[in-house]
């Protein structure tokens, strides 16, 4: 009988993870970026994209990078691609030199949620 109760609570916890889940699939995740994370790259990249799983609303997305030695590097304006509203492009405007970089990300969803996260990539 213990048994039993405990197999129901874990399918009631296993249809609480799966609705949970669902729902915040809603949200603008990142699914894929360029550079990629901890990718060593040359040349340095003149434009950052990232590819969520939503539509994202360019005026309230953005991205800061920052390079070595916690220098900010100057990006431009945050544009979404014009065919394809999931991805944000922001164009770099100065050349970057060797070393790490961290992007720190934010972005509104169509459904106006928010999300952010990180990750970084190295320039060769
Ligand atoms: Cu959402």
Known sequence: MAIFAKRVVSLALFITAL???????????????SPASDAEVSPAPQ?????????IEPNFSGIKVTGPEQVVVNVGKARRN???EKQLIVPVETALQPGRY????????????????????TVK
């Open 19 to 33: 609705t949970t889940s669902s729902a915040a699939l809603a949200h603008a995740h990142l699914k894929t970026h």
């Open 47 to 55: 434009v950052i994209t990232l590819d969520f799983s939503e539509g």
């Open 82 to 84: 014009a065919q394809d």
């Open 102 to 121: 961290l992007v720190e990300w934010h972005v509104v969803s169509v459904d106006g949620h928010k999300t952010k996260g990180d990750y970084q990539f």
